[in-house]
């Protein structure tokens, strides 16, 4: 197949593909905008040879670190070609990303919490070394690069010292290619002469290729080859010694500076060529790759064709070196994650105590009835009931089977709990009511002066009452709903208290009770209680809320935090997969929702006794998989924002909607019809329902109310799942 697709190819493209199979990297007319029809690299050519260093020289921000992460597959360039060990980055069979490739970033680029060793450790395991292989070359390197002692946290070095454990993290595995963006900053001349020394050993005995940037130009002298970059195009490409000579200068330094002002010029002047293209190269094949024109149709399907003699050796070497397995990679990224998390103890200590915090707070602060409410109460017929003296009376006469009452505003008003309600006696009604406008009491209650005398006449007359007898055998009530949660509250006792007095009045007076019974009879509920506690009803939406998002704020900052640390480029450029490194920031997060989630639970059910009639295993299940969800949801936020700030803004601002649409505060029966079906959507609505269903109802799995609130999260979950990973790629892409 590969030698039919060969036979299509030009005897240009053929030289072409020879080359890019014999150097390190070929670079043809690569361009790249980060916004629209601005070119940070433009028409960019450039070859690296195995076993050579290549010095990328170039003023701040004309591109060098942008055309490093295209070589090695972090981003990709718009157009144009770039082959790196014989194949393009993140093809098959390139390698690129993987441990072919040493990428030290311009940015530290190491977990702050990592010692010196954790980071060899990291980089080497994630890159397929072997421990004890990590272990020397440790040792070597320390002695090299002078490493700060193994157990200093990365946090704790200076930034010489942090620079040089980013630059050995990048050598760990002796790669075929190390790219090095600015190595040497910071640090003194010995020790960049050092390393300058090191480089110049492995391109000549491990045939190494390098590309280093610096600032430093002239220590650039010591590179086999010398690119210098401007505004996104190399100027010219040969040995420090031919660019010296061609510009008659002494120094790179002046010979970059006369190119680039000879660039300069020549913009002015609107011509638009590369002075590149005048440069006699030292090396004939580059020529060619300079004048090798693009044929499409068959660029793509040499992809994989690319394979000499040279390069099939060093694959074979490299497998027997460095045996990459996918586990122990995985056992690497875990062991960085659970790192991170241990050494935020305050973090662990949050994320286990405060739903714990939150859990306790919520049962003892909802749900129980209000307390201590006070009443002015004007009884005109009694004045203040005092306890021991004013008992209502109700007389019966056997004789005439008559009854009479005395007083019973005092019966009435001794039955409250005292706890509950606390009776203020005022003169008259102006003053009470005067009393509830001033916040003093939750209520007025008024007892005209014949009230148990009206209230026989009422029973005795029935419909053809007079109004004042029934006006005055009324209780007045006047009520601050105001709040209306406790108005409805006392309005309840008081309805309660009038049906108890009725009730023994009836009795007293010997009459059938049946009588004085409603038309409306409420038999015992199917499910739950009439005393069922609002916190009973409030906690499944409640608790699926709480693990949700603190799940949600746990993960919402992980990417960001590997990506700001630049720790994320760097693995991907290991070889690791955006799904690895998801996987296993999933598996440590989830362990700790695991933990969440029982210690919620043994709160609520063990602690408050939360009624659970239904199987334990599936509420247990249901709130991990809503964590889960929320962890998902958290990663998610953490993919398509870049800034912890954004991220909290994220998180915080999705709490509310969905908690208030959840039908946790507020039945979603009363909302309006829309919010009704955006609120079904929710993640954490059917599934409160599903949860009160098997809490109360004792409902199992298979009731379509239980099992509709798994397929929900689960379809949430995957969802979230999905877009991470969408996300995750399109940004490594760009
Ligand atoms: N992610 C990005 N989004 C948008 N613009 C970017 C991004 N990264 C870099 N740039 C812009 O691209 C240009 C080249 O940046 P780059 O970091 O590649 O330059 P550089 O030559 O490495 O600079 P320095 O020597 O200062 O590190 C700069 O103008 C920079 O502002």
Redesign the pocket.
């Known amino acids: 197949m590969a030698s039919r697709q060969r036979e299509y190819l030009t005897e240009e493209d053929r030289r072409f593909y020879e080359m890019t199979a014999q150097e390190a990297i070929v670079i043809r007319n690569a361009r790249k905008c ?2 629209k029809n601005v070119a ?1 690299l433009d028409n960019l050519n450039m070859v690296v040879s195995r076993g050579s260093i290549y010095g990328l020289l ?10 490093l992460s295209c070589v090695v597959g972090v981003r990709r360039i718009d157009s144009g070609d770039i082959w790196v060990l014989g194949g393009k980055p993140g093809s098959k069979g390139s390698g690129i990303p993987g441990p072919r490739v040493g990428y030290m970033p ?1 940015e530290i680029s190491l977990v702050k919490e990592f010692t010196t060793a954790n980071a060899m450790y990291y980089f080497g395991r994630i890159s397929g070394v072997e421990d004890d292989v990590i272990e020397e070359r440790l040792a070597f390197l320390t002695k090299l690069l002078h490493l700060p002692p193994r157990n200093t946290q990365v946090k704790h070095m200076s930034g010489g010292q942090q620079r040089r454990v980013s630059f050995a993290a990048a050598m760990i595995h002796k790669p075929e290619l190390l790219i090095l ?2 190595p040497t900053v910071g640090l003194d001349p010995v020790l960049r002469a050092d390393i300058w020394d090191h480089l110049i050993t492995i391109t000549r005995e491990e045939d190494t290729a390098v590309v280093i ?1 610096t ?1 430093y130009i002239e220590e650039a002298k010591q590179a086999d080859k010398v690119g210098m ?1 401007r505004c996104g195009q190399l100027l010219t490409e040969s040995t420090p010694g031919q660019i010296m000579t061609q510009f008659q200068c002494q120094t790179l330094e002046e010979a970059f500076l006369t190119l680039s002002q000879r660039q300069a010029d020549n913009q002015e002047r609107g011509i638009t060529e590369v002075v590149s293209n005048e440069v006699t190269s030292h090396n004939p094949t580059e020529v060619n790759s300079m004048t090798v024109s693009l044929h499409n149709g068959h660029y793509s399907s040499t992809d994989n064709i690319i394979s000499t003699e040279k390069q099939q050796i060093r694959d074979n070497e490299d497998i027997g070196k460095v045996v990459t397995s996918k586990w122990k990679k995985f056992r690497a990224l875990l062991t960085k994650n659970a790192m991170q998390l241990v050494k935020h103890p305050g973090g662990v200590a949050f994320a286990v105590i405060f739903p714990v915090l939150q859990t306790f707070l919520f049962f003892n602060a909802i749900g129980e009835d209000p307390k201590n409410l006070h009443m002015a109460v004007v009884n005109k017929e009694a004045g203040n009931c005092n306890y021991s003296s004013i008992w209502g009376e109700v007389n019966y006469y056997e004789d005439t089977h008559d009854c009479d009452f005395v007083d019973l505003s005092c019966r009435y008003l001794h039955g409250f709990d005292d706890s509950i309600i606390i009776k203020d006696y005022y003169p008259d009604e102006n003053s009470a009511v005067e009393a509830v406008r001033g916040g003093k009491a939750v209520g007025a209650m008024f007892f005209s002066s014949n009230f148990s005398k009206a209230l026989r006449s009422r029973r005795d007359n029935g419909r053809f009452s007079t109004d004042e007898e029934l006006e005055d055998s009324s209780v007045q009530i006047s009520l601050d709903m105001g709040n209306r949660q406790i108005g409805l509250n006392l309005q309840k006792r008081l309805f309660d208290r009038f049906f108890e007095i009725q009730n023994s009045i009836m009795q007293e007076c010997h009459i059938d009770p049946r009588f004085g019974e409603m038309p409306l009879r409420f038999e015992e509920p199917l499910f739950g209680s009439v005393n069922q506690k609002y916190s009973n009803f409030m906690a499944p939406g409640f608790l699926l809320t709480v693990i949700f998002f603190l799940a949600t704020s746990l993960t919402s900052a992980i990417i960001i935090s590997d990506r700001v640390e630049g720790v994320w480029d760097r693995t991907l450029v290991a070889g690791v997969t955006v799904q690895q490194i998801l996987a296993a920031h999933i598996m440590v997060q989830f362990a700790l929702t695991c933990i969440q989630v029982t210690l919620v639970l043994c709160v609520a059910i063990l602690g408050f006794n939360l009624p659970c009639r239904g199987p334990l295993l599936a509420v247990i299940t249901l709130v991990l998989m809503i964590g889960f969800c929320g962890m998902c949801y958290g990663f998610f936020i953490s993919v398509i924002v870049s800034t912890h700030t954004v991220a909290n803004y994220v998180s915080t601002g999705s709490f509310y909607p969905l908690i208030l649409l959840s039908g946790c505060i507020w039945p979603m029966e009363g909302m309006p019809v829309f919010l009704q079906w955006v609120s079904r959507t929710l993640p954490t609505t059917l599934p409160s329902l599903s949860m009160r269903a098997i809490l109360e109802k004792g409902y199992s799995i298979d009731e379509s109310e239980v099992y509709v609130g798994f397929l929900i999260i689960g379809l949430w979950t995957v969802a979230l799942m999905i877009m991470c990973i969408l996300a995750l790629r399109s940004k490594t892409a760009g």
């Not at 003023?59 to 670190?65: F, N, P, Q, R, Y």
């Open positions: 980060y916004t940070v170039g003023a701040s921000g004309c591109g060098k670190s942008t055309l311009q963006d600015e940037t600032h970059m």
